[in-house]
T-cell receptor, first 113, second 114 residues
């Protein structure tokens, strides 16, 4: 069965420091991968997605992620975080675009001033 | 362009009651998905509708049901509520049935079962 594992439930980081949020997915011939962000009391918003092509994907708000097929990973990175990046981040996958999105359990990013 | 609208935003029910939640997708979107979000289980898929047809269903008991109307608005119903049904219920819409595009989420309906 399709599954997504987010290795860290909470990540504290100082403002202007780099951050990496880790995500591993269950292997598939054709997998689509997504990162969503949820700010307090709001719904989820798409940060970026990988469907095919370049393994380095750039998203909104300065985030990027790298698709690594051999390690079945799709880690999210930002070189310098801001207080406003404090939120919960969800990694998600879909097989061939025909199955519902399966989400990881989320990583709570706390940016410390 | 108006976003996904979910009503009610907050509600409190007691065990054994039933509840109906509503979702109005973005204009022009024909696919609506529902997710249950809890601190312990994260986001779990409930069901997906496209053009009034249920396309996929998650692993939830039959007490959970849904439907989609001709104007793409969707409702979900939970009967015989249990304490464990307390959660944030999120609705998401998209233009097509294929999940290669972006899902647009509403702010959710927070259900508390006492």
């Amino acid at each position: 069965a399709q599954s997504v594992t987010q290795l860290d439930s909470q990540v504290p980081v100082f403002e202007e420091a780099p951050v990496e949020l880790r995500c591993n997915y269950s292997s598939s011939v054709s997998v689509y991968l997504f990162w969503y962000v949820q700010y307090p009391n709001q719904g989820l918003q798409l940060l970026l997605k990988y469907l095919s092509g370049s393994t380095l994907v750039k998203g909104i708000n300065g985030f990027e992620a790298e698709f690594n097929k051999s390690q079945t990973s799709f880690h999210l990175r930002k070189p310098s975080v801001h207080i406003s990046d404090t939120a919960e981040y969800f990694c998600a996958s879909s097989y061939s675009g025909n199955t519902p999105l399966v989400f990881g359990k989320g990583t709570r990013l706390s940016v410390i001033a | 362009k108006a976003g996904v609208t979910q009503t009610p935003r907050y509600l409190i029910k007691t065990r054994g009651q039933q509840v109906t939640l509503s979702c109005s997708p973005i204009s022009g979107h024909r696919s609506v998905s529902w997710y249950q979000q809890t601190p312990g289980q994260g986001l779990q898929f409930l069901f997906e509708y496209f053009s009034e047809t249920q396309r996929n269903k998650g692993n939830f008991p039959g007490r959970f049901s849904g439907r989609q109307f001709s104007n793409s608005r969707s409702e979900m119903n939970v009967s015989t509520l249990e304490l464990g049904d307390s959660a944030l219920y999120l609705c998401a819409s998209s233009f097509s049935a294929r999940t290669t595009g972006e899902l647009f989420f509403g702010e959710g309906s927070r259900l508390t079962v006492l």
